[in-house]
């Protein structure tokens, strides 16, 4: 599971996306924090993308 939490409360986009660039999943949400499980995509390299219609934001992880 990856838990983000976030400063305010909105509206955004968030991606995880594979190292290819390809999106796994996209949740919209207007919480301060949310989770998204991870359990079923295999160990590697991926990015989780956030988007508020003006800003964005790319972060990278590895999942092992």
Do not use: C, R, W
């Amino acid at each position: 599971l990856y838990t983000l939490s976030l400063h305010d409360a909105l509206p955004i986009s968030i991606y995880l996306m594979n190292a290819l660039g390809q999106i796994l999943q996209t949740v919209n949400t207007t919480e301060n924090s949310i989770t998204i499980n991870l359990t079923n995509i295999p160990s590697g390299v991926y990015f989780i993308k956030l988007e508020d219609g003006v800003n964005s934001v790319k972060q990278k992880f590895i999942k092992q």
